[in-house]
């Protein structure tokens, strides 16, 4: 199978854009953006710190926050592809049955994201402390990826929810880069001093209550999709349209 083949996938194509929209929803989490000032600053060595240039400064926390994002991505692949071997192991009436009970699961974590469920809400914090700045960076973010999961569950379920049913450990895997996409953008964006990312991630904290219902209410809609079998109708129709097209690779 070559990677045009991958891709050209249509439930795959359907899947990767949900994947990196929740890495975003996971991004305006409660849990997440009121700490990104702190996660920066660490990951940088920058914080408390005075005499560098503004470039200087501007230039290690872009480096200190993409290494942090690799961290997490690396957990976030890891787990995606889990999901998609282990989504291979079940074949017809399972498949189906799995895939109604993830879509209830889905669903239900819709509920946890609107605050139906806030005792799930709580995330494990891990007593490890990387190495302050860019050295201790990518362990940061291994930290953060483990010891935030709980956290950023409702999302990160859905889109180990999509890997397994792409049935693939790479198909998997590739879901959870697009989430970690979603997720560590914005985080380099505001390092970089993107003004547009910095009002919006001020816009975002005075409206964080409506953000969450919105994503809770994504969340609900395709834990009904996947439950009704609805998810699969929609992927047939774009796999019609994409079975006429031919990759020049």
Do not use: D
């Not at 809770?216 to 079975?243: I, K």
């Amino acid at each position: 199978m070559n990677p045009a083949e991958v891709v050209l996938n249509g439930s795959l194509l359907a899947a990767m854009p949900l994947a990196a929209l929740a890495g975003l929803v996971s991004f305006l989490s409660p849990c997440v953006l009121p700490l990104v000032p702190g996660y920066l600053g660490y990951v940088s060595g920058m914080a408390g710190r005075s005499g560098h240039s503004a470039t200087a400064s501007r230039s290690r926390m872009v480096l200190g926050s993409a290494l942090f994002v690799l961290g997490f991505t690396i957990v976030f692949v890891t787990l995606g592809a889990g999901a998609g071997s282990l989504g291979g192991l079940f074949t017809g009436t399972a498949k189906q049955v799995i895939q109604v009970v993830l879509g209830i699961l889905v669903f239900g974590m819709g509920l946890v994201m609107v605050g139906e469920v806030g005792w799930l809400q709580r995330n494990f914090k891990l007593s490890f402390r990387p190495r302050y700045g860019l050295w201790g960076a990518p362990a940061l973010g291994l930290v953060f990826g483990l010891g935030w999961t709980p956290c950023i569950g409702p999302t990160l379920s859905t889109v180990l929810t999509l890997a397994a049913e792409q049935q693939s450990s790479a198909r998997g895997a590739l879901l959870a880069v697009c989430y970690a996409v979603g997720l560590g953008l914005p985080f380099i964006a505001i390092a970089a001093g993107f003004s547009l990312a910095t009002r919006s991630v001020a816009f975002v904290k005075r409206n964080l209550r409506a953000f969450n219902l919105a994503g809770g209410a994504l969340l609900m809609v395709l834990g009904l999709l996947l439950a009704t079998g609805v998810w699969n109708l929609l992927v047939a129709q774009l796999q019609e349209v994409l079975s006429g097209f031919i990759p020049a690779v």
